[in-house]
């Protein structure tokens, strides 16, 4: 063996050693198309993302806000999204119409609840029953409370329709429910443009804070029981394109339901300059993520019973013409990987 065959080697011996003591990624580095609401639902996006745990786990996540889930499925049907931090009406919506996804982790239970502003809060307070808070509004202002919602076949609006229907057994000329999305929705409830809404956290802490007289008039979990609400939905091309990104961010999502249930001040942070825009205080915030509206989970299981429910109401509402097979529509295994099971 001569000189330079030695150095050669010696040099390639080298560079391998120094490779192979460099930290690696779990996989590849990986870009995902993200869309979500900006809502406090999807505060495990909020969490993974400004901790930094995205990137250091070769994750690139490129995020769209939308104003409403109809309107983010539009961005999986056109295939502009991989991801989708969405409520689980839509998801079924779009499943119902080809849209191929899955739904490999939760994110809350019970989220939506119903406020209502002051002559609508006095109303109910004065009332025997849901019902005859709604007939008393009408008589005394000659006309139906306005309730806004998101649009129809979100899960707010699934919610307070079945709330109306099932639970409340609300007279249908005693309420007039309006469709907008959050930011509008918010606005229209401080200026007083509608009476109440069935809508989800931060903007009721939010109203509250602002208006004395604002109240809850339908807690949290009394609306629909064990509301599903916020998951996280992949599309199926994601999934065979980069299943091993999918895998890690699932993991990176049951991460952060853990860390923001144990770190509410921290989460509030990270919350608030997520979606805040300097428009909510932290300490609204940090109230928001301790209200009985946000109940943070991330094992799908946990709403696949319930969502079964919400999709045979959707049906009677006209919503889902073709119905989903719902144990289809959920994939497991990521979160069984993730937690052992």
């Known amino acids: 063996m001569n000189r330079r065959h030695l150095l050669t ?8 050693a120094a490779a192979l003591s460099l930290p690696l990624p779990a996989h590849a580095a990986a870009t995902l198309r993200v869309g979500y609401i900006p809502i406090i639902p999807m505060t495990q996006l909020y969490v993974l993302m400004g901790e930094g745990w995205a990137k250091e786990a070769g994750l690139t996540l490129q995020t769209t806000s939308f104003q409403s889930g109809p309107a983010m499925i539009q961005g999986l049907a056109s295939g502009t999204l991989d991801v989708a931090y969405v409520g689980i009406g839509p998801a079924m919506i779009a499943r119902s119409k ?3 996804l899955k739904v490999v982790a939760a994110n809350v239970i019970d989220q939506v609840a119903l406020i209502g502003r002051g002559p609508l809060s006095k109303a109910m307070a004065a009332a025997a029953s849901p019902a005859e808070g709604f007939k008393a509004f009408r008589a005394a202002h000659g006309r139906p409370a306005k309730i806004g919602s998101l649009p129809a076949g979100s899960v707010p609006d699934t919610v307070l329709r079945y709330w109306m229907l099932e639970i409340a057994h609300i007279a249908a000329d005693d309420i007039e429910i309006v469709g907008m999305g959050e930011q509008p929705l918010q606005q229209a409830l401080l200026s007083g ?4 809404s069935s809508i989800l956290e931060p903007t009721l802490t939010l109203v509250q804070s602002r208006l004395p007289d604002a109240t809850i008039v339908a807690k949290a979990g009394t609306m629909f029981p064990r509301q599903p609400g916020a998951v996280l939905v992949v599309t199926e091309e ?13 993991k990176l999502h049951i991460r952060a339901t853990a860390f923001a249930t144990a770190n509410r001040d921290r989460t509030a942070e990270l919350v608030t300059a997520a979606i805040g825009k300097g428009l909510v205080e932290q300490d609204v915030m940090r109230a928001a993520l301790s209200s009985d509206a946000t109940t943070l989970v991330d094992d799908p299981r946990v709403v696949l019973e319930s969502t079964k429910q919400m ?17 289809a529509l959920f994939d497991f295994s990521f979160h069984d990987a993730a937690t052992g099971k």
């Open 9 to 16: 080697t010696a040099a390639t011996l080298g560079a391998a």
């Open 98 to 100: 080809g849209v191929k």
């Open 193 to 196: 443009a509608v009476d109440g």
């Open 238 to 250: 994601a999934i065979a394109r980069d299943r091993a990104a999918i895998a890690e961010l699932v």
């Open 311 to 327: 999709q045979a109401f959707q049906q009677r509402l006209g919503q889902i013409t073709d119905p989903v097979d719902v144990d």
